[in-house]
């Protein structure tokens, strides 16, 4: 495929850090899609933790008791290993995202992305569009000044406020947290992690926007490592917009490409001014790009003014770009999609398993055995019981290898969700009836009103 760039075209300019850029505002289909599912976003990052469970709340991830709670499910650090299942499933999503999608999370699903998109809207409502906007800043200050940047700056550091503490409300009881932040009672730590969480979200969506993508984020260097050929990815057809020249509405296309061989693309610059990330989609594929489609929004309402096909930059793949067919699926595709179907099905087969109970058994470490004045072999053992589902129970306790020997165990021990408690157990038998010196012995724990939790915990018992 040639393409046919002037000189100057080619020169890709470094990012300039210190240039602040001023993006107009563009709507279109894809900014359609992406408010609707930013608003879906926000909506549900608020009102998640308002959601209540069976009198609790539905989704927290209590630290402090070291409980993670969704829903029906309780998790314990013990259940760690589930955390590596989402991370590794989490990665090859994306993977298969990428692959597929290419920048997709960016564009549309980021939060980096979606709160610059309010913190923008904002903006854009106060300062007014690109021109007045870049007039503002360079505007001496003056009263008119100063009240729009009060104005703006205390709705960003509100907005940032409110994200913090929701954020926060899904580590700590929202009712808790909002009744101690309105009546100024929460603790030193509460008040730093909220502001901590305000100022982030306050210089990460007002001052640092597309910084954040070009020069903070991981994910930006290495996605391009995931690209292939049929990668869906923004792209400006060269072949059909170069050479590129200014025309004015009544030209001719045709007449104008015979006779001054001019493209499609009638260089009004706006697919660079709407661009968050401020680069020019005409010089090809660029790391920077979040795949948001705004270029491919203004390019068409253009293209619709000039008569012209829509589509000059478009959602397409390197293969369809140069006259290809694209092709949906291949192997590496499958393969991401079949690992991410299988680790879903394990983790799912994983917490269906999984019983919301934890035990273990400790022998006394003063002696191996004792004898009382009756001559019968004392055993003590302590053991602990970690109710780890989301209701009270009540638990029995078994020695089936003991059946027929008449013991004193704990045979309705209640214990509160989420609690541990410690049982001393000693196990008097007469040495006739035992064997051995060894008796390898099972403790079995059984929640009375749930018979599928229950644990098996071995042990010994000696005699001499
Ligand atoms: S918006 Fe379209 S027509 Fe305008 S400069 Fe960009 S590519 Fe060319
Ligand atoms: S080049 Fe287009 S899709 Fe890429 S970031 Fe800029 S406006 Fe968004």
């Known amino acids: 495929m040639k393409y046919n760039f002037k000189e100057e075209q080619l020169i890709i300019k470094p990012y300039k850090s210190e240039q602040s850029?001023?993006?107009?505002e563009q709507k279109g289909v894809y900014q359609t899609y992406r408010r609707l599912l930013?608003?879906?976003?926000?909506?549900?990052?608020?009102?998640?933790?308002?959601?209540?469970?069976?009198?609790?709340?539905?989704?927290l991830f209590d630290i402090g008791k070291q409980q993670f709670r969704v829903f029906s499910l309780t998790f314990w650090p013990q259940d760690f290993v589930l955390l590596a299942g989402i991370l590794t499933l989490a990665a090859f999503a994306l993977f298969f995202v990428t692959t597929w999608l290419g920048r997709v999370w960016c564009?549309?699903?980021?939060?980096?992305?979606?709160?610059?998109?309010?913190?923008?809207?904002?903006?854009?409502?106060?300062?007014?569009k690109r021109n007045q906007r870049k007039a503002l800043d360079k505007a001496p200050w003056n009263l008119n000044k100063l009240k729009k940047k009060t104005l703006k700056h205390s709705l960003w550091l509100s907005m940032s406020f409110l994200t913090a503490t929701t954020f926060i409300s899904y580590f700590i009881p929202v009712q808790s947290l909002y009744t101690d932040l309105l009546s100024f009672d929460s603790t030193g730590l509460i008040t730093f992690w909220v502001?901590?969480?305000?100022?982030?979200?306050?210089?990460?969506?007002?001052?640092?926007?597309?910084?954040v993508c070009i020069d903070m984020c991981p994910y930006a260097r290495f996605q391009s490592a995931m690209f292939d050929k049929n990668t869906l990815l923004v792209?400006?057809?060269?072949?059909?917009?170069?050479?590129r020249g200014a025309r004015k509405l009544k030209d001719d296309a045709q007449q104008l490409k015979q006779e001054?061989?001019?493209?499609?693309?009638?260089?009004?610059?706006?697919?660079?001014e709407v661009c968050p990330t401020g680069i020019d989609i005409r010089n090809g594929m660029q790391y920077e790009c979040i795949n948001c489609a705004l270029c491919i929004d203004t390019c068409d309402e253009t293209m619709a003014r000039f008569n012209y096909k829509k589509g000059l930059i478009s959602y397409t793949s390197e293969q369809a770009l140069t006259g290809g067919k694209s092709k949906r699926f291949n192997v590496k595709l499958i393969a991401y999609a079949s690992f991410c179907l299988v680790c879903s099905i394990a983790m799912i087969l994983w917490?269906?398993?999984?019983?919301?109970?934890e035990a273990s058994v400790l022998r006394d470490r003063n002696g191996l055995y004792s004898v009382n004045y009756q001559g019968m072999i004392k055993n003590t053992y302590t053991l602990k019981i970690l109710n780890k589902s989301q209701q009270p129970l009540h638990f029995k306790i078994k020695i089936p290898e003991l059946e027929t020997i008449t013991l004193k165990l704990p045979q309705k021990l209640l214990i509160k969700p989420g609690a541990m408690?410690?049982?001393?157990?000693?196990?008097?038998?007469?040495?006739?009836?035992?064997?051995?010196?060894?008796t390898n012995i099972n403790f079995i724990i059984q929640a009375i009103e749930q018979p599928r939790i229950l644990l098996k915990r071995k042990s010994i018992f000696f005699r001499d």
């Open 351 to 357: 917490i269906n398993a999984r019983i919301p109970l």
């Open 260 to 272: 001054q061989g001019l493209g499609d693309c009638v260089d009004c610059n706006l697919c660079v």
């Open 195 to 211: 502001l901590f969480f305000t100022l982030c979200t306050y210089s990460n969506a007002g001052w640092l926007r597309e910084k």
């Open 107 to 128: 564009g549309y699903v980021c939060p980096q992305t979606i709160w610059t998109l309010a913190y923008v809207w904002v903006e854009h409502r106060i300062e007014g």
């Open 235 to 243: 792209a400006y057809d060269a072949q059909r917009g170069e050479n």
């Open 421 to 438: 408690q410690t049982v001393p157990l000693t196990l008097i038998i007469d040495r006739n009836k035992l064997d051995n010196k060894m």
């Open 38 to 59: 930013s608003w879906l976003l926000i909506i549900m990052f608020i009102t998640i933790p308002f959601l209540q469970y069976q009198g609790q709340q539905a989704v």
């Open 21 to 24: 850029i001023y993006i107009r």
